[in-house]
């Protein structure tokens, strides 16, 4: 078969779904990529896939640019034929289900946490509910990941409860061969990190506030920031304002890496304060794949991945203290009650959140979907 998987950035489809794309070339399927270009279109062609770019304006509310995003979707549908697309985040979610459904092409879903727009009760989130509730029922299959979304989209009408053709899904899953545990170190100091773009909402701020706190009480803590700062967000954090907090000696940026655990091996405990509405944040499960001890939010998609207290901790939103709090209590940790966490963390990652476990029911779906 022909499948287009599509997403609003060539970083999602690379990072995340890259394995998906690998194991449906295998089966010798012919698999193309769909996003706009930032650079990571390269490595997927170094990986042996093609990409088609398109146009989509992310963080924009124009509809007149939306529309002109729908009509390049219709004209690359037509063009590349595909017999199914398989399309995340929100823009190609509702308007590549719309060109598919004018093309009578099969679309797959996956809802990848709804985000900061579903946060508050605007107008452009009434317009963001009507888009949805228009285009998902032409959609022949959606995931959710998790499942806070899913009784949002039933309880808003978006989707009925009584049909069949969604499920929840444990994120995008995290590929245990190459996330291994890995022993808590002997050390003089312990690394916190927390890996995310870096956009207030997932909590950025309140990590550098805890910080702060702790450094007066535990100068020999180290708490790193990795991700790229997205400059089109409007809550996008500054590369100036990081660059205060370096050097005001708070944190460590380490800029953006492909090879993440790598860095992680020398991670102690990961951090992700996030309020923004997640899917399943993919730099927790791969913290937990490897061993770390967790600290995020009682919030939409992070709770799914920290049995409080046994493989990490639960924070208040936007609660500095507790925040701070959390991070204390794995500090005066001794290296064995890290390890002992994170090991627990490992075992319940590795049970729920297997990529290969994911792969397998997209497959199954996939076959579904095809025979209709």
Sequence with gaps: MNLLISSNTAWYLYNFRLKLAQVLADQGHDVVFLSPEDGYEKK????????????????????????????????????YKPDIILQYTIKPNIYGTLAAHRLKIKCINNIAGLGNLFISKTFFTWIAKTLYKISQKHALHIFFQNKDDMQHFIKEGIIREENTNYERIPGSGVDLSRFLPTPQKEKAHIDFILIAR??????????????????????????????FTDTKNPNAISKEIVDSWVKEDVVDYLGTSDHVEEILREIDCVVLPSYY????????????????????????????????????????????????????????????????MGQKGHEYIAQNFDESKIIERYLGVIKQVISK
């Design 44 to 79: 997927m062609k170094e990986a042996g896939f093609r990409h088609v770019p398109v146009t989509i304006d992310n963080k924009g509310k124009n509809p007149i640019r939306d529309l002109q995003t729908y009509f390049k979707y219709l004209s690359i549908f037509k063009e």
């Design 198 to 227: 870096l956009l207030w909402d997932k909590g950025v701020g309140e990590y550098v506030e805890a910080a702060r706190i702790l450094k007066q009480k535990y100068p020999q803590a180290r708490f790193k920031l990795l991700g």
């Design 277 to 340: 509405r997640e899917g399943v944040p993919r730099s927790l499960l791969e913290a937990g794949a490897m061993g770390k001890p967790i600290i995020t939010t009682d919030s939409i998609g992070c709770r799914e991945t920290v049995i409080n207290g046994e493989t990490g901790f639960l924070c208040k939103p936007k609660n500095i203290d507790d925040l701070a709090e959390k991070m204390e209590a794995v500090i005066t940790m001794t290296p064995e009650e890290r390890s002992a």
